[in-house]
């Protein structure tokens, strides 16, 4: 469901983007090509001066959070997928071909290009180098503490290929359900 914020903007989705009819979205939001919303997902830029931008190629999977406080961005580049039931709230900028796992909360921080935060992980206040994993579990709120994470392996990044490549193949079944429809 697609609803205008107080400021009376809509959000903008490309027509090459398929977007779950549970889904929420709302206000300054907008979506690229080839980018999947799943089920229960919402995402809110409703207070003054906020905004979500989401590139191509995104997947935001089901119970996703996505939230900017007012005066602040959510900016997720193309290539990032989302998990299940994790948090992304603004100011927030995730860098291309990012992964965010299940459950982990992400907050006034900067993901680089290629990062990974795996799952029940917290991210906040922080910015994070190309290509860097955090943990499962681990709470990262310290910037000192960034120097310590490992990059990313050959194992995670094609992991991480596949969640993009399964998740752009939704998009396509589903246009397509709808056109048989």
């Known amino acids: 469901m697609l609803y205008p914020n107080p400021q009376n903007q809509v959000p903008q989705i490309s027509e090459k983007a398929w977007v779950s009819e549970t889904a929420i979205i709302v206000g300054n939001v907008t979506i690229g090509d080839n980018v999947y919303i799943a089920h229960n997902a919402i995402i809110r830029a409703d207070e003054p001066g906020s905004s979500v931008s989401i590139g191509d190629n995104c997947n935001v999977q089901d119970n996703v959070i996505i939230h900017s406080l007012s005066n602040s961005d959510v900016v997720i580049n193309s290539n990032t997928s989302l998990a299940h039931g994790c948090i992304v709230h603004g100011p927030c900028i995730l860098g291309e071909g990012c992964f965010v796992g299940f459950g982990s909360v992400v907050f006034d921080c900067i993901l680089g290009s290629d990062s990974i935060v795996l799952h029940n992980a917290t991210v906040r206040k922080v910015t994070i180098p190309p290509g860097k994993v955090i943990p499962d579990g681990m709470s990262l709120t310290v910037q ?3 120097d310590s ?4 392996s050959p194992e995670l ?3 991480k290929q596949s969640v993009i490549k399964a998740n752009v193949s ?3 079944g589903y246009k397509n359900l709808a056109m048989e429809a």
């Not at 994470?149 to 990313?152: A, F, S, T, V, Y």
């Open 157 to 159: 990044e094609k992991f």
């Open 149 to 152: 994470l490992e990059g990313l």
């Open 170 to 172: 939704l998009v396509n």
């Open 144 to 146: 000192e503490s960034v």
